[in-house]
């Protein structure tokens, strides 16, 4: 993994190289092999974060693989939905619902899952999530503005 822009600039992380993946018990590897960066004065061919790959068992291929973290993934030229509760996700970035508020027993009341404006959200309605950020953040300004005169004194 290759990570810039941690001083200045745009921060971005690019996987290189290649993954691999054995499941002995059932022999299955799988290998995906990413796009790498072009060098200086090349032009990109694809983006970065793409990879392609096959799926073997017992040394035949059964799938083909192409796709991208930020996208989809296509498996034998397939585009599957997203969904997180499979273990092995095939995913299309635009289909996610990616606001899911998850409570647990181990947060604390500050925690942002809690926010009222990320949960009105999550559920579809912006009006009120806009209403509920404002209301939020006129708290929050004032806070601020305590403790910084609490410093002072």
């Not at 993934?73 to 299309?92: H, R, T």
């Not at 309605?125 to 609490?150: F, P, T």
Request: with cysteine; proline share 3%.
């Amino acid at each position: 993994m290759n990570i810039s822009g941690l001083m200045y600039g745009k921060r971005i992380v690019e996987w290189e190289g290649s993954l691999d993946f054995h499941d002995e018990k059932n022999s299955i590897t799988a290998k995906l092999n990413f796009t790498p960066a072009p060098k200086f004065f090349q032009k990109f061919k694809e983006p970065t974060d793409v990879f392609r790959g096959e799926i073997k068992k017992d040394e035949n291929v059964i799938n083909k693989l192409y796709g991208s973290p930020l996208d989809k993934l296509m498996i034998d030229n397939e585009v599957y939905s997203f969904n997180f509760l499979i273990f092995f996700s095939y995913w299309e970035l635009d289909t996610v619902d990616i606001l899911q508020t998850v409570a647990t027993t181990y947060c604390i009341p500050s925690d942002c899952r809690y926010r009222t404006d990320t949960i009105c959200l999550a559920e579809g309605d912006l009006k009120r999530s806009e209403s509920e950020k404002l209301r939020l953040e006129v708290i929050q300004r004032a806070d601020r503005a305590l403790r910084d005169k609490n410093k002072k004194h």
